[in-house]
């Protein structure tokens, strides 16, 4: 299940990216589940990594990689298996993938950055994978973004990706073209599960870290499907630089690409969101009027993140108790509840510390089971303000889950 349509749509070539995905079998057989990305020589990356304590092989090897320089030549990405809480043994088994891609390429190995996806706790089947990677090599085109979509999938019931052209001062322009795949374990604390974007554009690499973590911030590091950070989340973008168009991050034209860049990175979110374990509708919590953005954040996380919240939205229940339950168990200690306003879209549900005289049942039942939802909060505090979205919590996220290894 789904909420809305499943429209990709095109996405465009970016001169200066190949990419090609295969079936290696790693853990499912005639399924793509290897992708590889080939980076023109001079592209540099940059890269916002989970914080959770067990990271994941590929992301500790791949941090290692981007410290020793920015310039990348090659992605490698696996599904079926994420090399995670592998120990050591994780560590080589990247590592391994990482030289194979290189030796076929003729480069260094830390111009190869890793990265995996899957079950935790099982050993990687590197020998699949160094298997295959001649035969991904084979595959690079141009023009292979949407089978790279596919070929990044695990539990996600439809790809993700999203292009535009980002027209530049002068009549100039650069592409830029991303995709990610995810559904569950998705609390980012930092991007997505996994998550690829390219740009044609001339990026000082400096500037391009800081607008990739700015458009982090406000897109995957504000959805949540079920509360659990991955060890394994990576967000990545290169700059091949082929279209000759520099961007000046202190002008118009960063101005123009950051905002580019923030909406790629928002529509491969809530991409990620509709498309969660077992959802049937999208929920966007919006709080506003809170003293600072870490207080509208807690906040909007208490609600979006409450098994009870989330299964009513499923039976689109307007039971806004658990709202204002969610809401009243964030520590504020000064907060004045008399402050407070709670919406179901544009219907006031609690203000004055209870149930709103303008409050009518038949029309919240109405807005509940609309396929996207809006709760607002509103605290009264201040001026600040954030936006998270989750989903429903149905009876196929369990089973999705309950069955995953089996």
């Known amino acids: 299940m789904a909420v809305g349509e499943n429209s990709l749509g095109r996405l465009r070539p970016v001169p200066g990216v190949r990419l090609g995905a295969v079936a290696a079998g790693i853990r499912k057989p005639n399924q793509p589940d290897l992708v590889l990305f080939e980076l023109a020589e001079g592209a540099h990356c940059s890269a916002v990594l989970t914080r959770n304590r067990f990271r994941a092989a590929p992301v500790l090897l791949t941090e290692q990689h981007l410290a020793a320089s920015c310039y990348s ?12 809480g592998t120990g050591a043994q994780g560590l080589d088994d990247a590592l391994s993938c990482a030289r194979r891609v290189a030796e076929q390429a003729h ?7 890793v990265f995996s996806t899957g079950v935790i706790g099982e050993p990687l089947p590197v020998d699949r994978i160094v298997r295959a990677i001649p035969n991904v090599f084979a595959e690079l085109t141009e023009d292979a973004w949407e089978g790279a979509a596919y070929g990044i999938m695990t539990t996600d019931t439809r790809p993700k990706g999203t292009s535009s052209v980002i027209s530049i001062a002068g009549g100039q322009s650069v592409t830029l073209t991303g995709i990610a795949k995810g559904a569950g374990m998705i609390r980012p604390d930092m991007a997505t599960m996994l998550a690829f974007l390219a740009t044609d554009a001339e990026l000082d690499p400096i500037w391009a870290r800081q607008a990739l973590r700015a458009a982090v911030e406000v897109s995957f590091n504000r959805i949540t499907v079920d509360g659990d950070t991955s060890t394994n989340d990576a967000c990545v973008l290169a700059a091949t630089g082929r279209s000759g168009v520099r961007i000046d991050g202190a002008g118009e034209s960063g101005r123009r690409f950051l905002m580019a860049l923030t909406e790629a990175c928002r529509s491969l979110a809530l991409a990620i969101v509709r498309d969660g374990e077992g959802a049937t509708r999208l929920v966007h919590v919006a709080v506003a009027e ?19 919240v989330k ?5 689109g229940d307007p039971n806004w108790g658990r709202i204002l339950a969610a809401v009243g168990r964030v520590d504020i200690a000064d907060i004045e509840l008399d402050r407070v306003r709670i919406f179901l879209d544009d219907l006031c549900v609690v203000e004055n510390g209870a ?42 996220y369990i089973t999705i889950n309950a069955d995953y290894r089996t």
């Open 355 to 396: 149930r709103s005289e303008s409050y009518q049942e038949s029309v919240a039942v109405e807005r509940m089971n609309a396929a996207e939802i809006e709760i607002r909060v509103v605290l009264g505090r201040g001026d600040a303000a954030t936006s998270v979205w989750t989903c429903d919590l149905s009876y196929d």
């Open 311 to 315: 299964t009513a939205v499923f039976a």
């Open 73 to 84: 030549r090659y992605w490698l990405v696996n599904t079926g298996y994420a090399n995670a």
């Open 107 to 113: 480069c260094a190995v830390p111009e190869v950055l």
């Open 290 to 308: 809170a003293a600072d953005a870490a207080e509208a954040a807690r906040v909007a996380y208490a609600i979006a993140e409450s098994p009870l």
